[in-house]
């Protein structure tokens, strides 16, 4: 009779594992969720919409969203699904199968400004890999001699982003291609002085920085480092654009290296490892600053200054170095350094290096290094990184950034600064800077060019989508590089927005500036580089001119 009721029991649970209530009591699991992700869904595009917020946070929450909800209908259809058992079974392991061959077969080659992976076969070595390393040509350039031409700096002559002299004859006609060629991993530019061009590669384990001749693309000399930056966000090689000054190239790499050497040869002068020196133990340095250095050098004067950085008690904001001998000269500061460059300008009267830093903005005496002032600027080298420029408008600071941060204005009163405006909602500059053009500011606002009235901080339009680009401006037009690589121009004008042409001018992700030389308009991305000829006008330089003094010096 125990072995009949126990046969009873066995056959009847079966019969209620195969009935249709059994199957009918699983169907609301996934309803369930759905639901659930949906409300987690809007409570989370809520809390975003809460304040303008960079959009690589939406991005990044929907594709988390989606990867939660298909894992869940996947254990639901595999695991407590009424499905026969077969293809419970084939949806579950098949499901495991493909994860597997996806993880072995895929890498993730990096992000888009907002957050969108690029994708490459394992088995694709990363492109700065594939290219032949780059030997020194042995030829000698001519950076000793300068030209009212020259663009020796990031930003170009006054570090600005600005050419006011130079004006486009044919603006209705976009520039002819002149050469192009592959280039080795990094987001900094070219520099330009007397025909060469310099800027700063990655090709596998060297961090080189290279000599080409403007006009031909050739490669004059290189000089190269056992050094390798990369990260998964960030991507691959330097970042800074080096500066020439008095025929000496100054790069710093990614790593933290800051090298001068002789702009005709290439021959090393003087080196500092500045994590080393203000010490960072190997390794180390990427905690606080995650992404790589990507701060230009800075020519005042008789000195070469960089941001210094260190850990927590040993943090100094500003190092300046001799600029022929490299001696230290003086150390300021005690802020974290973030991915802008320092600028010298004049303010109040005074001359000064004014310098964005992780979380604060500062001054400082470009002969003593003397703090002058400081005012919170909040950052994370980790996150919402502070990366553009400052600017110096009507004796006021102004400095923007992305992730929802915008635009500000600040007054400097004693040593500190008084906030005049904070529109967040405007010049959003996440990878990027804005310039000045008369009373507004033009700059990519979370990847949409943006005109905005500098005096009161309101937007006077927004238009044309061109992705975590750069922007130059010439004259009384914008040259604008898209994310995607497209060449694009716009004219510089409060009234509206007006795209007179954009084309096809590299391939690949590009968030590199832009650097222009008499005629010639320097691009380039972390595999390609280009050169393309205008039909320009230059205005306060007579017909045969002698060379003039670099505006450095």
């Known amino acids: 009779m125990v072995i009949q009721s126990q046969e009873h029991r066995r056959v ?16 609301p699991g996934p309803l369930r969720t759905a639901v659930l992700l ?43 699904s009424a499905y026969p058992r077969p293809i419970r079974r084939v949806t579950g392991w098949g499901g495991l199968v493909l994860l597997g061959v996806a993880v072995a077969a895929i890498r993730i ?3 888009s400004g907002n957050m969108v ?47 006011p002299d130079v004006h486009l004859v044919n603006p209705e006609n976009p520039p002819r291609l002149v ?71 100054y790069a710093m790499g990614a790593t933290g ?19 080393a020196e203000f010490g960072y133990q190997p390794g180390e340095e990427g905690r606080y600053v995650s992404w790589g250095r990507s701060n230009s050098p800075l020519v005042a004067g008789d000195l070469v200054v960089v941001p ?21 000269v003086w150390e300021s500061g005690y802020d974290q350094i973030s991915y802008s460059s320092p600028i010298i300008a004049e303010l109040m009267g005074k001359r000064q290096i004014i310098v964005v830093n992780e979380s604060t903005v500062s001054g400082h005496d470009p002969q003593t290094g003397d703090l002058l002032w400081r005012f919170s600027w909040p950052g994370s080298s980790h996150g919402d990184a502070n990366t553009s420029q400052p600017h110096v408008f009507e004796d006021t600071v102004l400095v923007s950034k992305g992730y929802g941060a915008g635009l500000a204005r600040f007054r400097i009163v004693g040593d500190r600064g008084e906030k005049i405006y904070h529109n967040p909602g405007v010049l959003k500059t996440k990878l990027t800077s804005f310039v000045i053009h008369g009373n507004y500011g033009y700059g990519l606002s979370d990847g949409i060019l943006e005109c905005v009235e500098l005096a009161s901080g309101s937007r006077q339009w927004k238009g044309g989508r061109y992705g ?10 914008l040259i604008v590089i898209a994310e995607d690589g497209d060449l694009a121009l716009v004219d510089a004008t409060p009234q509206e927005f007006h795209q007179r042409w954009r084309i096809e001018a590299l391939n690949g992700q590009t968030w590199n500036n832009l650097c222009f030389y008499q005629k010639y308009l320097l691009v380039r991305n972390a595999e390609q580089a280009a050169c393309y000829q205008w039909d320009v006008s230059w205005e306060q330089v007579p017909s045969g001119a002698e060379p003039a003094a670099s505006p450095l010096e």
């Open 257 to 275: 290296v800051l090298r001068c050497l002789d702009g005709n040869t290439g021959e090393l002068l003087w080196m500092h490892d500045v994590p």
């Open 117 to 163: 992976p690029r994708f490459r076969w394992a088995w694709q070595p990363p492109s700065d890999t594939r290219l032949e390393p780059v030997a020194s040509a042995g030829q000698s350039a001519a950076l000793d001699a300068t030209t009212p031409w020259d663009f020796p700096q990031f930003l170009g002559p006054h570090r600005d982003g600005t050419l």
């Open 12 to 27: 009847r649970k079966m019969s209620e594992n195969d009935s249709p209530l059994r199957k009918r009591r699983y169907w």
């Open 38 to 80: 949906a409300i987690a869904a809007l409570i989370l595009l809520a809390r975003i919409a809460e304040r303008p917020r960079d959009p690589a946070i939406r991005n990044v929450s929907v594709m988390v969203l989606a990867a939660v909800g298909v894992g869940i209908f996947w254990w639901w259809l595999s695991w407590r």
């Open 109 to 111: 080659d990096g992000f």
């Open 468 to 477: 975590h680009g750069q922007i130059l401006l010439v004259g009384e037009h």
């Open 308 to 328: 210094a950085g260190g850990p927590p008690g040993k943090t100094r904001t500003l190092v300046a170095y001799a600029w022929d001998d490299g001696r230290k």
């Open 179 to 249: 050469w192009t060629q592959p280039i080795g991993a990094g987001w900094c530019a070219f520099s330009a002085v007397n025909g060469f061009a310099v800027t700063m590669e990655q090709r596998g384990e060297e961090e080189l920085v290279t000599c080409y001749e403007v006009a031909t693309g050739r490669l004059v000399w290189s000089h190269a480092l056992r050094v390798r930056h990369e990260t998964l966000l960030g991507g691959v090689g330097p970042r800074a654009t080096p500066t020439i000054a008095r025929g000496r190239v």
